[in-house]
T-cell receptor
Framework: AQSVTQLGSHVSVSEGALVLLRCNYS??????LFWYVQYPNQGLQLLLK??????LVKGINGFEAEFKKSETSFHLTKPSAHMSDAAEYFC?????????FGAGTRLTVKP | GAGVSQSPSNKVTEKGKDVELRCDPI?????LYWYRQSLGQGLEFLIY????????KSGLPSDRFSAERTGGSVSTLTIQRTQQEDSAVYLC?????????????FGSGTRLTVV
């Protein structure tokens, strides 16, 4: 069965600084990997996904993530944080007909 | 519809009462999922539907929880004899297929508070 581990339940960065949110997965088959963002009192919104092909995937709001099979990682990055990026971020893995989510990382952006 | 719609958005109920939570998925999406999000926790998988069938009910926490889907569209999650530990946000999501590769579209959730 697949699973996801997100390192760091809280990450705080200054506005304009690099954002790095870590995600490691476990899957017995080639996985589909996702990052979702959740703003307060809202559902989850898909940021980006990796299914096949290019291992560096770009998503909305300037985020990108790189699939590294050798490290079983799918870390999320953004070169320059904006105040509006403050939210909860969830990494997820799917290898069939259900998706398993990490515990989430709350991103705080300081002015 | 344009998105996944959940109702009610908030529900306060007394311990021991039954509640029904509704999910209206995106038109044409055959797969529908229910998750539970407790305070400070990640998402806990409850159940998924492909059409009107539920191939995987493994996540339902107890026999007080049940779900159905009719017409390949609307789904209802029912919690009987609610307990305080049932308090959480219940999220519904839908997808065009159940292959897992397309990602899900989530509703805004139902916040359930059991007092």
């Amino acid at each position: 069965a697949q699973s996801v581990t997100q390192l760091g339940s809280h990450v705080s960065v200054s506005e304009g600084a690099l954002v790095l949110l870590r995600c490691n997965y476990s899957s017995s088959v080639p996985p589909y990997l996702f990052w979702y963002v959740q703003y307060p009192n809202q559902g989850l919104q898909l940021l980006l996904k990796y299914t096949t092909g290019a291992t560096l995937v770009k998503g909305i709001n300037g985020f990108e993530a790189e699939f590294k099979k050798s490290e079983t990682s799918f870390h999320l990055t953004k070169p320059s944080a904006h105040m509006s990026d403050a939210a909860e971020y969830f990494c997820a893995v799917s290898d069939s007909n259900d998706m398993r989510f990490g515990a989430g990382t709350r991103l705080t952006v300081k002015p | 519809g344009a998105g996944v719609s959940q109702s009610p958005s908030n529900k306060v109920t007394e311990k021991g009462k039954d509640v029904e939570l509704r999910c209206d998925p995106i038109s044409g999406h055959t797969a529908l999922y229910w998750y539970r999000q407790s305070l400070g926790q990640g998402l806990e998988f409850l159940i998924y539907f492909q059409g009107n069938s539920a191939p995987d009910k493994s996540g339902l926490p107890s026999d007080r929880f049940s779900a159905e889907r009719t017409g390949g569209s609307v789904s209802t999650l029912t919690i009987q004899r609610t307990q305080q530990e049932d308090s959480a946000v219940y999220l519904c999501a839908s997808s065009p297929t159940d292959s897992g590769r397309l990602g899900y579209t989530f509703g805004s959730g139902t916040r359930l508070t059991v007092v």
